[in-house]
């Protein structure tokens, strides 16, 4: 099961309630919120354990499923331009088959969506570039990584799987 943990705003905006206490890993657990990027509504997805960001648009308010659907076809198509296995990719979307809504509940991880979002405007011509920039950011909650090679080094570790 994954867990995407909206912001407030998201949450107004996507109308909808979130499931209280859930406990998952964190490698299962993404925090998401929404905000503007070269005038256009975005929503940005940061992993909890490995930072890994994934920006979708073109989602309307209260699209809650189109949201979870681009989700999951932005995350795939992303981390296969990336050279990521498919057997891998295919093994976490599976977790993905159940997707919980929940509230944010890490700061951390929040500081680091701050980080992602800094610019309200960028020049890339497509959000694979965007993503490819974003993900080779070193940020320190993560040992200063880079949050790509993190993730993939993750997707093979099945701790990374299992609640603490």
Known sequence: MLTLRFTKDLLKDMKTTPVENINVAPFLSWHVNIYILNKRKHIV??????RLAIIING???GQLEKLKDK??????EYLLREGVNETLINR???YGTEVVISKTNNRSVLGTMKEVTWFIEDDFYDNNERLKWLNRTIHKPIDYKEPLNYFIE?????KNYNID
């Open 45 to 50: 997805f940061v992993n909890d354990l490995t």
């Open 59 to 61: 989602i309307r308010t």
């Open 154 to 158: 993750s997707l093979g570790d099945h």
């Open 92 to 94: 976490y979307l599976d």
């Open 71 to 76: 989700f999951m076809v932005t995350f795939r």
